[in-house]
């Protein structure tokens, strides 16, 4: 192959891949501000913990019902293109075809039975430009939920005069907040170099934010 035929295939190979990582950036950053924003905007001046808790509630139902409608409409547009893993049965001319699906059937050396599947159901194998969108929405709000946790601890110190670290909730803001965000920001970092297996698993995952 020649160098310029190798460039413009590669060219033309890393076009959805380019255009993904502009994607995931447009996304993480558009929502890294949006959600700080709203919750200044319902976060009143100088306002009490209880206050932040009842923003945070807000915006937490806000997201919640944004990323559960999203999930469920990617997965329906997903939806036709999956199918079931078949077995296809190519026997030989000088045996008859299989009449059942056994194991000793299937495998028999005198029945010289070819068994075609894929190697991945196409659940596992889909990919989303939609699924991979929310999960980059999902991680801004937690980190932006991470910060909102922390300034309402600090506004709790400072009134009760207790330790920031008995104020905090680690709990949630270690395990499960720590968590999936590392979790997230490395499907992301799959995503952007075209890696990425299980983004409809994923999706029905958040469908769970329903509940």
């Not at 700080?36 to 923003?55: G, M």
């Not at 000088?94 to 299937?106: E, N």
């Amino acid at each position: 192959m020649s160098p310029h035929l190798h460039n413009i295939t590669s060219t033309i190979m890393s076009t959805p891949t380019n255009n993904m990582v502009f994607t995931l950036k447009t996304t993480l950053l558009s929502s890294l501000i949006t959600y700080p924003l709203l919750f200044y905007l319902i976060t009143p001046q100088n306002a009490i913990p209880s206050h932040f808790t009842k923003s945070r509630e807000a915006l937490s139902i806000l997201h919640t019902t944004t990323v559960t409608l999203l999930s469920a409409y990617a997965i329906h547009r997903q939806s036709p293109n999956w199918t079931n893993l078949t077995l296809t049965l190519s026997p030989s001319a000088t045996s008859p075809p299989p009449i059942s699906l056994s194991a000793s059937t299937i495998f028999s050396r005198s029945s010289a039975t070819l068994i075609q599947h894929s190697p991945s159901p196409p659940l596992i194998t889909t990919r989303s430009a939609l699924g991979n969108s929310i999960a980059a929405l999902k991680l801004s709000y937690l980190v932006q939920d991470a910060v909102v946790l922390i300034a309402a601890a600090r506004r709790c110190a400072q009134s009760s005069g207790r330790p920031f670290s008995k104020e905090i909730n680690w709990t949630i803001l270690v395990l499960h907040h720590g968590g999936l965000v590392s979790a997230l920001a490395l499907l992301l970092v799959y995503v952007a170099q075209g890696r990425e297996n299980g983004m409809m698993i994923i999706l029905m995952l958040m469908l769970m934010n329903a509940s």
